[in-house]
């Protein structure tokens, strides 16, 4: 989930209403709901502000089902001449005299279950 919404789970039980208490309010974020891990992660939604489509605010399951792949090895080419990206006036960059590494490998990631996970959405 994202950080403001374990922030606003945070607060739940803040005032009066005791029954839906998750954390204190000075401690960090939640780390464990119905005694299961917590994370947290910038790149899922705050809000389902879009009219379109339903976005997700977590994603709940096991995450044994989650899958990462790496292929072996890494590739790396020497780049002779580095141009830079943009030259007022010229359409083509021009060298910056430096010389570099380009590198890359093969990583992806799959669900190996898809019904081992559900999306949390607001609607």
């Known amino acids: 989930m994202n950080v403001a919404v374990n922030n606003a789970i945070r607060q739940l039980g ?26 947290e992660s910038p790149y899922m939604p705050v809000t389902t502000t879009t009219a379109t489509a339903t976005e ?15 292929r072996g ?8 001449q580095i141009f830079q990206q943009a030259t007022a006036g010229s359409a083509y960059g021009m ?3 430096q010389r570099g590494w380009f590198a890359y490998s093969r990583i992806g990631s799959s669900s190996a279950n898809d019904l081992g996970f559900r999306l949390l959405v607001s609607s």
């Open 14 to 39: 803040a005032a009066n209403v005791y029954h839906a208490y998750t954390v204190n309010l000075p401690q960090g974020a939640v780390e464990e709901l119905m005694q299961r891990p917590v994370y």
């Open 56 to 70: 997700g605010y977590a994603i709940v399951g096991d995450f044994s089902n989650f899958v990462i792949a790496r």
């Open 95 to 97: 060298p910056t005299g």
């Open 73 to 80: 090895g890494m590739s790396v080419e020497l780049i002779p």
